[in-house]
């Protein structure tokens, strides 16, 4: 038996290497000594390999799986062989489920209590994930495992995503050897930014590509390696597409299949989808339909003019979700090809919130229109959907579906992402397959939240917990295992408390009570929301284990027993209040639009300028802020005297087709170009092209745009153009002209700024394809010239934008 000091310590990570400590002889060859061999680092024997799949914005009444109307083979065989959770719940919104996901506590424990782009200086919602909160993928690699993630990283900090880092918060430095995906919220499905480990990539070019399909190749052809060149390893993959997060976009032979399928509307939907819930098991048979959101329209109500265009976005919807579905099954036919499915532990989620109420009551054409806070009319909205409603799901659109969509992908519960305090925010479906490991099939309803994925996996692979990691000592995991259920239908819940915030709307869930405040509404972009003292509290049983109390269990929260109950509810407002202070929830933070970040976090007001090379690659965020304000571009340029041709090409751009700005040259002439949210594009040129003096000629030399912001304290506002050339001595004015409106807030959540060159999706038509400046960039600058245009952190964006 081998001594305690051989044996290697696991819950200190990386495992201490153990030196030699038996006899030695000078002379290796006479005689021989006899060294142990070297043995590399492996899990406990039988280790399984461990694939957790994470889709975006799937409500709970989404997916054929769970009763929804939308078909997803792939997880139900999964389900129908293995074991459906009815009781999972995640955080409402993305950063937090994910970085719980990741490291088995709460997300205001780990900095996470909003996503990145909101992040503030409180202790919950910092954005950084501490290092005393290793990450699942750190603790399997120092165990032995090879790992990979595939898709969305949303847990890096803002101000770290730029080509300089710091890569602290990154997944390859987080425990991930492989990382090939993106970081941020979302990205469009057809030109996405995309990462290499920390490197910036270029789209692979393919006609028809499609992020998702791209990320499924991705992960079969690492896994084919890994089990090729290290079989003897088990593999930890985390595959987590952006889909179906908005923007709304796959082929039309996908979206095509429910072509007439929503015609009924989003009532009699969520009627059906309830009724399919109960025949399979899901819900129980007298659980209650919660009554429709206050607000959200009912389907008869409804604008006749837009109706077509609503059933549309809904086809669309479902399409992406269907093709989700698909390539994940082109993952798991991978594993059965390689005979590696018996001993791969499969965890699919089927969305790390509710569906999203993002897209306003209509749908809309670029849901950054809603980001940057500007309100439409009616008719405006129902002219502009319909007038681009066969461009969504397409390259030109960045769409997304109505709010009544939304809440039909949550059936049978009430809400949708962003709301924490009721189950249509929090519950999602969820698939555990193991043939090796899962001897029972069915369904699990104990409650199961997001942080208790690491324990579990940790408790089937046979790991304890670590103490230290990386030299620091680690935080306990505050997630609780699911082991348990595995093979026991029966068992009782070992989850018995757990608390719920996000932006204001807090939960309780303790021993199958819930008590929930519903304080902001996702569509609520404005400050006019009630102070926290006014909230209204809800009490509701939710799930009973013992038989005598199964009459009165309200599963789907349809009836509130405050006013019945009162002692019961002060007994969990308090037990909220001791949880939230537990975990850092506490200060609550309602706002939202004013939180969005328009240059680098952090930024100095003095900081005024920043200096770019060719080739330069740079995150929007920590893009230097020049939204409401005069700015202006400065490049020194060299056009060789050898060309074919005029200059042609980008010297510098920021954002892309549905927001954004770039300075460039068209046949020999100076452009800058303007792209308000993919509505309208503005350009100002050189006045007189014809002019071979307007031309920019051969030899190194400056040009230069200044642009004087004319909106005083407003946003969004206008201003005037000016472009130069230096010819050395003097300045050579090139053309002058007019942007009538600018994008307030953001230009899109996946933006970037580029010198030389743009990829991704264009700003304008005169940039689709190849548009390398024929020369060279030496440098290009964007300098601030005037005061920010918004004093305060909360700018009143309600400017009313006319549709041309």
């Given at each position: 038996?081998?001594?305690?000091?051989?044996?290697?310590?696991?819950?200190?990570?990386?495992?201490?290497d153990?030196?030699?400590?038996?006899?030695?002889?000078y002379?290796?060859?006479?005689?021989?000594?006899e060294?142990?061999?070297?043995l590399?680092?492996?899990?406990p024997?039988g280790?399984?390999?461990?694939?957790?799949?994470l889709?975006?914005?799937?409500?709970?009444?989404?997916?054929?799986?769970?009763?929804?109307?939308?078909?997803?083979?792939?997880a139900?065989?999964?389900?129908?062989?293995?074991?459906?959770f009815?009781?999972?719940?995640?955080?409402?919104?993305?950063?937090?489920?994910r970085a719980?996901?990741?490291?088995?506590?709460?997300?205001?424990?780990?900095?996470?209590?909003?996503?990145?782009?909101?992040?503030?200086?409180?202790?919950?919602?910092?954005?950084?994930?501490p290092?005393?909160a290793?990450?699942?993928?750190?603790i399997l690699?120092?165990?032995?495992y090879?790992?990979?993630?595939?898709?969305?990283?949303?847990?890096?900090?803002?101000?770290?995503?730029?080509?300089?880092?710091p890569?602290?918060?990154?997944?390859?430095y987080?425990?991930?050897e492989k990382?090939?995906?993106?970081?941020?919220?979302?990205?469009?499905?057809?030109?996405?930014?995309l990462?290499?480990?920390?490197?910036?990539?270029?789209?692979?070019?393919?006609?028809?590509?499609?992020?998702?399909?791209?990320?499924?190749?991705?992960?079969?052809?690492?896994i084919?390696?890994?089990?090729s060149?290290?079989?003897?390893?088990?593999?930890f993959?985390?595959?987590?597409?952006?889909?179906?997060?908005?923007?709304h976009?796959?082929?039309?032979?996908?979206?095509?299949?429910?072509?007439?399928?929503?015609?009924?509307g989003?009532?009699?939907?969520?009627?059906?989808t309830?009724?399919?819930q109960?025949?399979?098991?899901?819900?129980?048979?007298?659980?209650?339909?919660t009554?429709p959101?206050?607000?959200?329209p009912?389907?008869?109500?409804?604008?006749?003019?837009?109706?077509?265009s609503l059933?549309?976005?809904?086809?669309?919807?479902a399409?992406?979700?269907?093709?989700t579905?698909?390539?994940?099954?082109r993952?798991?036919?991978?594993?059965?090809?390689?005979?590696?499915?018996e001993?791969?532990?499969?965890?699919?989620?089927?969305?790390?919130?509710?569906?999203?109420?993002?897209?306003?009551?209509?749908?809309?054409?670029?849901?950054?229109?809603g980001?940057?806070?500007?309100?439409?009319?009616?008719?405006?909205?129902?002219?502009?959907?319909?007038?681009?409603?066969?461009?969504?799901?397409?390259?030109?659109?960045?769409?997304?579906?109505?709010?009544?969509?939304?809440q039909?992908?949550?059936?049978?519960?009430?809400?949708t992402?962003q709301?924490?305090?009721?189950f249509?925010g929090?519950?999602?479906?969820?698939?555990?397959?193991?043939?090796?490991?899962i001897?029972?099939?069915?369904?699990?309803?104990?409650?199961?939240?997001?942080?208790?994925?690491?324990?579990?996996?940790?408790?089937?692979?046979g790991?304890?917990?670590?103490?230290?990691?990386d030299g620091?000592?680690?935080?306990?995991?505050?997630?609780?295992?699911?082991?348990?259920?595995f093979?026991?239908a029966?068992?009782?819940?070992r989850?018995?408390t757990?608390?719920?915030?996000?932006?204001g709307?807090?939960?309780?869930y303790?021993?199958?009570w819930?008590?929930?405040?519903?304080?902001?509404?996702?569509?609520?972009l404005?400050?006019?929301?009630?102070?926290?003292s006014e909230?209204?509290w809800?009490?509701?049983f939710?799930y009973?284990?013992?038989?005598?109390?199964?009459?009165?269990?309200?599963?789907?929260?349809?009836?509130?027993?405050?006013?019945?109950?009162?002692?019961?509810l002060?007994?969990l407002?308090?037990?909220?209040?001791?949880?939230a202070?537990?975990?850092?929830?506490?200060?609550?933070?309602?706002?939202?639009?004013?939180?969005?970040?328009?240059?680098?976090?952090?930024?100095?007001?003095d900081?005024?300028?920043?200096r770019?090379?060719d080739?330069?690659?740079?995150?929007d965020?920590?893009?230097?802020?020049n939204f409401n304000?005069?700015?202006?571009?400065?490049?020194?340029?060299?056009?060789?005297?050898?060309?074919?041709?005029?200059a042609?090409?980008?010297?510098?751009?920021?954002?892309?087709?549905?927001?954004?700005?770039?300075?460039?040259?068209?046949?020999g002439?100076?452009?800058?170009?303007?792209?308000?949210l993919?509505?309208?594009?503005f350009y100002?040129?050189?006045?007189?092209?014809e002019?071979?003096?307007?031309l920019?000629?051969?030899?190194?030399?400056?040009?230069?745009?200044?642009?004087n912001?004319q909106?005083?304290?407003?946003?969004g506002?206008?201003?005037?153009?000016k472009?130069?050339?230096?010819?050395?001595?003097?300045?050579?004015?090139?053309?002058?002209?007019?942007?009538?409106?600018t994008?307030?807030v953001?230009?899109?959540v996946?933006?970037?700024l580029?010198?030389g060159?743009?990829?991704?999706g264009?700003?304008?038509?005169?940039?689709?394809?190849?548009n390398?400046?024929?020369?060279?960039?030496?440098?290009?600058?964007?300098e601030?010239?005037?005061?920010?245009?918004?004093?305060?952190?909360?700018?009143?964006?309600?400017?009313?934008?006319?549709?041309?």
């Open positions: 038996m081998p001594l305690d000091r051989d044996l290697p310590k696991r819950d200190i990570l990386p495992i201490p153990r030196p030699y400590v038996g006899p030695t002889k002379n290796a060859a006479d005689p021989r000594p060294f142990p061999p070297i590399p680092i492996r899990p024997e280790a399984p390999n461990v694939l957790i799949i889709i975006d914005d799937v409500g709970f009444g989404a997916s054929s799986t769970f009763g929804g109307p939308i078909n997803t083979p792939t139900t065989e999964l389900a129908e062989a293995g074991l459906k009815t009781r999972f719940h995640t955080t409402a919104l993305c950063s937090p489920t719980a996901l990741l490291t088995g506590r709460n997300p205001h424990s780990v900095g996470m209590g909003c996503i990145t782009e909101m992040a503030t200086s409180a202790p919950g919602a910092t954005s950084m994930i290092n005393s290793a990450s699942i993928a750190k690699r120092y165990n032995g090879s790992t990979a993630q595939f898709g969305k990283c949303h847990e890096v900090p803002a101000w770290e995503t730029g080509t300089t880092g890569f602290d918060h990154w997944p390859t987080m425990g991930f990382f090939y995906g993106f970081v941020g919220g979302e990205t469009n499905q057809y030109y996405p930014t990462y290499d480990g920390t490197t910036h990539i270029e789209m692979p070019e393919r006609g028809n590509y499609h992020l998702t399909t791209d990320l499924a190749d991705q992960a079969i052809k690492w084919e390696t890994q089990r060149l290290a079989p003897d390893k088990p593999f993959m985390y595959f987590a597409p952006g889909a179906t997060h908005a923007p976009q796959v082929p039309e032979e996908w979206s095509n299949k429910y072509r007439g399928q929503f015609d009924a989003w009532d009699a939907l969520r009627e059906a309830f009724n399919r109960k025949d399979i098991g899901v819900i129980p048979v007298v659980a209650q339909l009554s959101n206050e607000g959200v009912a389907w008869e109500a409804m604008n006749p003019d837009v109706v077509d059933k549309r976005e809904m086809e669309i919807y399409g992406f979700l269907e093709h579905d698909y390539q994940i099954g993952v798991i036919q991978t594993l059965k090809d390689l005979k590696v499915l001993n791969t532990l499969i965890i699919y989620i089927l969305g790390d919130n509710g569906a999203s109420a993002e897209g306003t009551f209509l749908g809309t054409f670029n849901e950054m229109i980001f940057n806070g500007i309100v439409m009319g009616e008719e405006e909205q129902i002219k502009l959907i319909n007038d681009h409603i066969e461009e969504f799901g397409t390259k030109k659109a960045y769409n997304h579906y109505a709010i009544g969509w939304a039909a992908m949550c059936t049978p519960y009430q809400w992402k709301v924490a305090s009721h249509g929090t519950r999602n479906g969820m698939i555990v397959h193991w043939p090796k490991g001897e029972a099939r069915g369904l699990r309803h104990q409650f199961t939240y997001v942080t208790d994925v690491l324990p579990t996996v940790l408790e089937a692979i790991l304890p917990e670590p103490l230290s990691v620091v000592l680690q935080k306990p995991i505050e997630g609780v295992s699911f082991f348990y259920t093979n026991d029966n068992a009782t819940e989850h018995r757990q608390y719920f915030e996000m932006f709307n807090r939960g309780i303790h021993e199958g819930t008590a929930v405040a519903l304080h902001s509404k996702p569509w609520q404005e400050d006019e929301l009630p102070d926290f909230d209204t809800e009490l509701y939710t009973a284990e013992k038989s005598e109390d199964l009459p009165k269990q309200d599963w789907t929260q349809a009836k509130d027993l405050a006013a019945e109950n009162p002692d019961k002060e007994e407002k308090n037990l909220f209040q001791i949880e202070a537990r975990y850092n929830v506490f200060p609550l933070d309602d706002r939202k639009i004013e939180r969005l970040p328009s240059g680098p976090s952090g930024q100095e007001e900081v005024r300028r920043q770019y090379v080739g330069s690659f740079v995150a965020s920590v893009v230097i802020d304000r005069s700015f202006k571009i400065t490049a020194e340029i060299t056009v060789p005297a050898d060309l074919p041709g005029p042609h090409g980008v010297i510098l751009a920021r954002g892309n087709d549905f927001g954004g700005f770039g300075l460039y040259a068209k046949n002439i100076l452009t800058y170009v303007y792209n308000y993919g509505l309208e594009v100002v040129r050189a006045d007189n092209p002019d071979v003096t307007s920019l000629p051969s030899g190194t030399y400056q040009v230069r745009m200044e642009f912001y909106g005083g304290e407003v946003a506002e206008g201003g005037t153009v472009l130069f050339r230096n010819d050395g001595e003097r300045d050579v004015q090139l053309g002058e002209g007019f942007i009538p409106r994008n307030p953001i230009f899109n996946d933006a970037f580029m010198v060159n743009k990829t991704g264009p700003l304008c038509e005169d940039l689709a394809g190849d390398r400046f024929t020369g060279k960039v030496d440098w290009a600058e964007i601030v010239t005037g005061p920010p245009g918004i004093e305060s952190p909360e700018p009143r964006l309600h400017a009313l934008m006319a549709i041309h």
